[in-house]
């Protein structure tokens, strides 16, 4: 009879324990269950994290880049070739035009090269010569060592144009640089004396003058090379 009791009384506390325990591992199961991510969060997860991998990778590239860029400065005209009929090659990488490049690109046209060479304070440009007019007066020799001193020479007039230039832009009268030596007028660089503007009456004496004030046609005049006056320079271009 006890044996019957106790044994009835341990299978009620055996249901009454595994009722109380079912409900647990019910609600445990189920919490379990709710945090578990699914597949789509995932991958969108993942591909959050490439497309910022991408874009970092992006930006480190453009950086490199513009880094190399700035290192290196700003470009050059690539080395144009020689011509077949060019003597001389170009420089390597000449910045700019330059009448080498011009001259071996296009050979059969003759482009006459006025240089780089500026004239200086005081002096005026035409064509391919600088000019000075002097505000001093000196002999005839005193005003070729003058513009010898300054890397020229007295003006030697051999065109029209630099005559008609030359009478417009002064007002004075100039010594130029012609002389007489023997029974011949010659310049200065020891050219014969071709084209002439000899005034009607040019008066006498072994030197030439530019008389500015008078026509161009005619506004030479000849003076003693000792008489003290006005001078024009002259200073070739390269």
Known sequence: MYIKFCRSYGEDKKD??????QPKLSVELEGKKGKEPTGGNVRLY???CLFLTLMCIVLLVVVIILSLKLQTGPTVCPVVEESATAKEAVPAFAPGCSFENCQAQFPAIHIKHHGCRMCGDGW???GRSCFFLSTFRLKWHQSEQNCTSRGGSLAVITSKEVQDFLTQKGNLQYWIGTIKKGTEWTWVDSTKLQESYWAEDPRTGNCGILDSTGPSA??????????????ICQLQLL
């Open 16 to 21: 009454e324990a595994d009722e109380n325990l």
């Open 46 to 48: 993942r591909g959050v």
């Open 124 to 126: 005026m440009t035409f």
């Open 218 to 231: 005619r506004n030479w005049i000849r003076a003693p090379c000792n008489v003290a006056t006005y001078f």
